[in-house]
């Protein structure tokens, strides 16, 4: 059997039923054998404050500690105020700190945004990449993943359209070759 790689799964939604929980959800199963994607939760992380990261809240440290122990980072988010959603970009900046010890960099990435909207979540989409630049996480170019009108992707027995099905497995299959491109 070849190398397996572990790839941290960040969802921008906090949302029970968020969608694009749903499309990484789908990734997952989608993913081929050399790509093992976990989803690594966010939402009890506190606003990041260089005061309380003194002496790191547990969150911060088990959130790094599972950064850490990933190989490869993707991202999979709704578009907020054209933006990347507030809960992401604070995870965001906990991983990256503390300073010089970025739990980010390196990490092959990828970025899939999601929107019932039309423009797919474009400007969250190429926010993210900016910060991803900084954090040095070399970012899939292609395919890129702007994923609009997305409120019928899934029925109601969260089944994935299958008009969409064979674009996200291009979207994972092109990303495990950019893992193993960067790692192998
Ligand atoms: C505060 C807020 C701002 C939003 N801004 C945008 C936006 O700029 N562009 C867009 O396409 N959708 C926007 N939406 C709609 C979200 O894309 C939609 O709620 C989506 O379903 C969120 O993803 P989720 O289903 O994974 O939670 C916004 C939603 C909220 C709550």
Not at 97 to 108: D, L, M, N, V
Request: proline share 6%; glycine share 8%.
């Amino acid at each position: 059997m070849g190398q397996v790689y572990t790839v941290a799964v960040l969802v921008g939604s906090l949302r029970k039923a968020s969608i694009n929980r749903k499309v990484a959800n789908a990734l997952a199963e989608l993913a081929p054998a050399s790509l093992t994607l976990e989803i690594v939760e966010i939402g009890e992380l506190a606003l990041y404050n260089e005061d309380i990261d003194v002496d790191p809240p547990a969150a911060y440290k088990a959130f790094r500690d599972q950064l850490r122990a990933s190989d490869a980072v993707l991202f999979v988010t709704p578009e907020y105020n054209r933006s990347v959603p507030g809960v992401l970009k604070n995870a965001i900046d906990v991983g990256s700190r503390p300073y010089g010890q970025s739990s980010f960099a390196g990490k092959p990435g990828a970025v899939i945004s999601v929107s019932p909207g039309a423009v797919g979540g474009f400007g969250a989409n190429h926010h993210l990449r900016q910060s991803l630049v900084f954090l040095d996480v070399p970012c899939m170019q292609q395919p890129e993943a702007y994923v609009g009108g997305a409120a019928t992707l899934f029925d109601e027995h969260d089944k994935l359209s299958e008009k969409t099905r064979p674009f996200l497995q291009s979207f994972i299959d092109s990303y495990a070759a950019w893992v193993a491109r960067h790692l192998g």
